[in-house]
């Protein structure tokens, strides 16, 4: 039976929506008491549906309702996070204390604490549906704004900005702030332009700039190079990640002015930003990087332009441009071309128009390909896998979109790296391919199309463990044959001495066309003819240590840039290394940190305690830190943050060495309390910077705190740092750590993961 809601919505289209402003008000009114999401997107549709400016209110009133119910359920589930440690409370005194607890005990804790724990589950679920409400009535504000004429739409953003600069509620101030912001026409961008002048309030500012950066529109790169001299410091930070994301050569100037006077974490967001269009770095050498720009200004803005041109012979010759100059910002562009990276704002097809035949086409896309893949390829070492994961691999395993996920396979043959390569012969093996956000398996025939696209793209890898990957594709079980025919086909494409004995193998094939394909591959790569796999193999055994293939033209490659010389540049916990001065160190001591270290250097607890007390003796003297150890629960070293003077990195060290190995995992709580150490905006009330940096390390799972589920454990630290811009540095510990999560907390904030 359909619902009475989405009758009234079927009903109501069929009127004219200007004059149904009164009944999408009933409508959205029973929407608001609706639970099913069906329902509740009819009443907001049936209010946009109306193009009249006064829904808007209605919009608004029902966001603020959810803001204040959120803000109600969030002190209720803590409350029920308490609960569940009270009821462990004895259980876990016992196994900090390294006291041994029976099954009985451990049985009788969790009944304790089951029916708070089941309380705990439904308000968390509960929260997740208010919060999906809230975006989908903010969203809704957004489409009525774009549907109102131009004249209207303007009054009614005015609107909003005006009773934005008169109230003084934070939260309502973010809400109409985040109305404005869904609106993408350009009354909307001029009134965030506006916004960023005149907002006093540095929360805000950082909302506001956000807003601005989300866009990606070119007309405001002069907004956020403005705002890179800002007073407060995660405002900086958004006008550094805004500029990074805008795919226009123009951002790179202001990065360039703001170098000589950035420091700390700063400083790495404004290099990070200036690497992801140059492609190329300096460090921070200020005078190199002008020099640089001063130099290649010219050719690059050639380089652009050619890309973009509508000739195809300009656009080969500036792909071609792309590769050789290691220009980012170009391969950024060209995947923008093939629909694999975001447009700004002004831009909805980057395709070229051209119309010439097949063969043109085909060429282009191959430039792209061959120009991306160089640029990656040869990016400075210590970047390279972080930027190939950004710009294609995180895609690759985001995207819901099939062809999206062929094409970004393809172009990954070209990025002759291991990370590349490991991504590759997943998707060519036996992994299980997921659905983006889900755990499904992808539809076969979505997982046969990659597999496929794998073993192409193998072929241009240049490097033996590529045909080691394509040897398990040909002679493997359960391979279609398409896919084998093109792992065969790539190892002749490979031309190395380690893809002979595969095709060999090939020729055994109970497939026809793949022991055609074999033997074609055979005579290229040696010149010889030998006929059966018998003969073939014989020949193998007496020439295998001798012969080495033929350089035939088949296309070698750029070959990855060599590791620079160490550039220490801060300080370093577990190899990663941060340019911050205001860090605080998350370090687990569970009792399964007695276990040996992978590395075969003691315990893991010794290891990391080793590395921190190296992390702490190189802070800067300027710096700022503090020290959190968790089990079950935590213990904090100073409950402010420290200044790193000689005398408190001895008491830092000397509190470390006592620390023991006990207990359960904890992992939201202690993550928690880092951020509340981070105070209002990572600043207090005279905006003096608290915290920017975290290293957290783990060698569990989450087994105790407020909240388990990494998934929600994930999604409350993205909603405590959208203002904070704190960067969270990852380290997993041994084969049990949660990789999803560890890795999750470093990507979602701009961190590095390392799994040890």
Known sequence: MISR???????????????DIHAARRLFKAATKATVTRERQAGIDALAACEDPRAIDDLLSASLKAVKDLAKLEK??????????????????????????????????????????????????????????HQMLLAGCGILLDSIADGPRGEAIASQVSKLSRTRDLEERKTRLAIVAQSQSPAARDALVELAKRVEDGVLRVAVIDAIAARRDVQTIPTLADALEDDVWPVRVAAARGLAGVTSIDCIPPLIACLASAEGRFL???????????????HDNDTLWRLWWKDEEKALRTTLEKISSGSPAKQLGGMIAVGQNRFLLGARRLLAQEGLGPLNADEHDLEPATTVGSDVVVSLAEGRRDAVGRVFTQLPANLRSQLVSRFLIDPLQTTGSSDARVRLISFLGGVRTERARQVLRSILGKARITTPGTDERLPSGDRERMRLEAARAMGRQGHEAAARALREALTGFSVKTEVRVAAARSLRK??????????????????????DVCGEALVAMTGLEHGSAS?????WETSRAKWEPKKDGV???????????????GTRFYGIETRSKHIVFILDRSGSMQLPDAKGQGSKISVAKNELTKAITSLPDNATFNIIFYNSTWDVWRKKMAVATLANRKKAVAWVKGVQEVGATNIFDPLERAF???GRGTHDKTYKLLLDTIFFMSDGLANRGRILDPRQILKEIEDMNALKKVRIHSIGIGPNHDVKLMKGLADMTGGSYVAR
């Not at 003969?535 to 020949?539: F, L």
């Open 494 to 515: 490979l031309n190395l001495k380690a893809c002979v004995f595969p095709l060999i193998m090939g020729l055994g094939s109970e497939d026809k066309e793949v022991r």
């Open 268 to 282: 790495e967001e404004v290099l990070e930003a200036l690497i992801s269009h140059a492609g190329v770095t300096f």
């Open 76 to 133: 209720k589930v803590v409350k029920a996070g308490q609960a569940i440690g009270d009821a462990l409370k004895s259980l876990d005194k016992q196994g900090d204390k390294g006291r041994p607890v029976s099954v009985g005990s451990l049985q009788a804790a969790e009944r304790k604490a089951a029916p708070f724990r089941q309380k705990l589950a439904r308000l968390l679920a509960k929260k997740r549906s208010l919060q999906k409400w």
């Open 555 to 569: 296309a070698q490659g750029p070959k990855p840039e060599p590791a620079p010389a160490e550039h220490k540049v």
């Open 5 to 19: 809601l989405v009758l009234c919505a079927i009903v109501l289209g069929s009127v004219s929506p200007a004059q």
């Open 535 to 539: 003969a073939w193999g014989t020949w």
């Open 676 to 678: 509340q150490l981070a």
